[in-house]
């Protein structure tokens, strides 16, 4: 089946560094593909997305691509701050029938200094 | 608005006690799902439902039940609680089949002990 695969974590950078989390995939069709963000005790939110090839998702200052040569989507921006600490997850949608189900990553945590 | 709401937040069952996780959304969508969340490993799909009275296996069924009466309520049923159950669980829903984002709620916290 589908897969989504990220860098491992914990991720720990300054304030004002630049972030980049790797993510790649493997999918039989043209999948969608996602970021979700997740704050401490909360659940999951979707940061952005992007539905075909060459599509830029953004939001927040965060930006990723959709590569299809490469099967990427990795997440990047360039100054993080410290309310950016969270779980990072990069998900593709998979379409079974009539309904599509997400795949995830296992999540990369960030956690940015002052 | 309250989105989607999850109860409860925490729980600790013993071996073999069974228990049902709640899951309400106010946003009619028609689209629900079931996750657990367990260290290190993503979300693994449970169950989820297209509909009211129509629900079907995701990749993690083994152990858990489901139903949808209404299409606010998705609540998920543990009838003979394993260690192996210990995890995070969430509830989503979408309001359309494709490309529409997930809202989660805020988790249920569950070790079976």
């Known amino acids: 089946g589908d897969s989504v695969t990220q860098m491992e974590g914990p991720v720990t950078l300054s304030e004002e560094a630049f972030l980049t989390i790797n993510c790649t995939y493997t999918a039989t069709g043209y999948p969608s593909l996602f970021w979700y963000v997740q704050y401490p005790g909360e659940g999951l939110q979707l940061l952005l997305k992007a539905t075909k090839a060459d599509d830029k998702g953004s939001n927040k200052g965060f930006e990723a691509t959709y590569r299809k040569e490469t099967t990427s989507f990795h997440l990047e921006k360039g100054s993080v701050q410290v309310s950016d600490s969270a779980v990072y997850f990069c998900?593709?949608?998979?379409?079974?029938?009539?309904?599509?189900?997400?795949?995830f990553g296992k999540g990369t945590k960030l956690t940015v200094n002052p | 608005n309250a989105g989607v709401t999850q109860t409860p937040k925490f729980r600790i069952l013993k071996i073999g006690q069974s228990m049902t996780l709640q899951c309400t959304q106010d946003m009619n969508h028609n689209y629900m799902y079931w996750y657990r969340q367990d260290p290190g490993m993503g979300l693994k799909l449970i169950y989820y439902s297209v509909g009211a009275g129509i629900t079907d296996k995701g990749e993690v069924p083994n152990g858990y039940n489901v139903s949808r009466s209404t299409t606010e309520d998705f609540p998920l049923r543990l009838e003979l609680a394993a260690p192996s159950q210990t995890s995070v669980y969430f509830c989503?829903?979408?309001?359309?089949?494709?490309?529409?984002?997930?809202?989660f709620g805020n988790g249920t916290r569950l070790t079976v002990t």
């Open positions: 989503a829903s979408s309001g359309s089949a494709y490309n529409s984002p997930l809202h």
């Open positions: 998900a593709l949608s998979e379409r079974q029938g009539g309904s599509e189900k997400l795949v």
